[in-house]
Structure formats: structure tokens, C-alpha cells
């Protein structure tokens, strides 16, 4: 007699995908299952994979040992998933995760070392403060309040091409909005609606202001709403090194509403 199937399966794993990776990681039970909450996060990770791929291709056709920095890591998801699906099988390019939480770091490095991940490096520190030379990409995923406009800076500094960023909890403009007087302030006038229109509007500043610095930017979805709530991905692609019609927008609509991050300023 046939054996029923489990009701918990691999089948949402792409071919040559990492079942040990993903059993160190916990996103796969020990006998290979899915929860639903993991089953949510591969979802996630797998469809952020995709969507950051052209960086990664066109960033190993231009260089023989382009680097991505995640930031703001956590576990290192994303980071461990990319190089198990792109850079591993490319047999060149580096990642480099950075963290703030020592144990993290720790539990990271011992499931590189584990999986043979010998071009992966983990610092921990802030994103503000770290420094670790040329970097082509840069990704953040769910990188909570201000630490998207962190990366952003971090990007800048380190002259990245490509930015893919997935932002979460934007409160900053939210709590400054709740000051704010003037003819939009109805917009923000309830707090759940300042919360919804404060993230909105730091998100449409971010894309701006990336724009000023000369990147081209594409905003659209991370993936469906049963996913995430934190639904918003931000890709840019530098072309030039400034846009003063991006600059001037930016510039406009933070006077408008009174409110911008306040780690994105622009120079005069």
C-alpha cells in the first residue's frame, strides 16, 4: 500500500536549492518540512532572490569578484540563500552580512563554515559604521525605521551600483508628521492613518532621494500581501552621479509636508 504524502513537503524549493542550508536555518524542519510561518518566509526570501538576480548577473559580467553587502542581516536569510543559489554555482563573488547582534554573527559563521561557504564573511557592527571597501550591491531586507536610510547612506558611501532594499516599521516621519500643521495635515490627522501615510511618504522620499544621487528607481511589490504586510521593494540602478530634477523634488516635497528622514539630507 502507498505511503499517503506528507503533509508537509519540499516541493517549494527550487531545483538545486540547499536542503541542509535550509534545515541549519530553520526555514526546514529536521525531517524536511514547512510550517506555514516558514513556507511564508522561503516565499519571501525566494521571490526577493529573484527580483535582486539582474543586479547579481550583470554585476558578475562587469567584475570578477563583485561583492553584495546585506545589511542589517539578522540570520542572514537572504544572504545565505543568494550564495547558495547565485554566487556558490558562479564559483566567484562574495557576500558580506552585517550585524549588530554578536550572536547572530557567531550563528551565522558556523553554518557558512558548515556548508562550504568560503566566500561569505560576516561583520558585526552598525551599518553606519561599517567599512568594508568597494561594494557593487547592497540589500536590506525588512531593515526596521531608520536603518533603510542607513543603507541607503552605506550604498553611497560605498559607491554600489545596485540597491535592493525591502523596508519595515518606517515610524520616524510617522512621529514627526504628529507635529505638523498646515493644509494636508487632514491626511495624517488620525494615528493610524499618520502611521500609514508617514511610511508611505518616507518610502516615496527614499526613492526620491536615490534618484537625486543618480540612480534610476523602480518601486513595486515585494510579494502578496498573505506574505508580508512589509510589502514594499525598492530596486535602483546607478547611472550618473546626480539628479538635480530628483534633488529639486525631493527638496519640494519634504517643505510640502513638513517632514523627511532625517538621516537623507541633501547638500546645498
Request: with cysteine; hydrophobic share 45%; charged share 25%.
Amino acid at each position: 500500500m502507498k505511503k499517503p504524502a506528507p503533509k508537509e513537503s519540499i516541493s517549494d524549493l527550487w531545483p538545486g536549492q540547499s536542503v541542509s542550508l535550509l534545515k541549519a536555518l530553520h526555514i526546514l524542519s529536521q525531517n524536511g518540512g514547512l510550517n506555514a510561518d516558514s513556507r511564508r518566509k522561503l516565499k519571501q526570501v525566494q521571490h526577493l532572490a529573484q527580483l535582486i538576480r539582474p543586479a547579481i548577473d550583470a554585476a558578475l559580467a562587469e567584475k570578477e569578484q563583485p561583492l553584495l553587502a546585506d545589511l542589517g542581516a539578522g540570520k542572514s536569510y537572504l544572504g545565505f540563500i543568494l550564495y547558495d543559489l547565485y554566487f556558490g554555482p558562479a564559483g566567484r563573488g562574495r557576500v558580506v552580512a552585517v550585524e549588530s547582534r554578536a550572536d547572530l554573527i557567531a550563528a551565522a559563521r558556523k553554518i557558512a563554515a558548515e556548508s562550504g561557504f568560503d566566500r561569505m564573511d560576516f561583520v558585526q557592527g552598525t551599518i553606519a559604521a561599517a567599512e568594508i571597501g568597494p561594494v557593487d550591491i547592497v540589500t536590506a531586507l525588512h531593515a526596521c525605521d531608520t536603518a533603510t536610510d542607513e543603507a541607503i547612506l552605506f550604498a553611497l558611501r560605498h559607491d554600489a551600483k545596485y540597491v535592493a532594499l525591502v523596508p519595515c516599521c518606517q515610524a520616524e516621519v510617522a512621529r514627526t508628521l504628529e507635529d505638523v500643521k498646515g493644509p494636508l495635515a487632514q491626511l495624517w490627522r488620525h494615528p493610524i492613518q499618520r502611521r500609514e501615510f508617514g511610511a508611505h511618504l518616507t518610502n516615496v522620499l527614499r526613492a526620491l532621494y536615490l534618484e537625486a544621487h543618480g540612480y534610476k528607481v523602480r518601486v513595486t511589490e515585494l510579494t502578496g500581501l498573505e506574505h508580508s504586510l512589509k510589502n514594499e521593494f525598492i530596486f535602483a540602478e546607478r547611472h550618473q552621479k546626480s539628479n538635480p530634477r530628483a534633488k529639486a523634488e525631493f527638496e519640494k516635497l519634504a517643505a510640502q509636508t513638513g517632514a523627511a528622514p532625517k538621516l537623507l539630507t541633501l547638500p546645498e
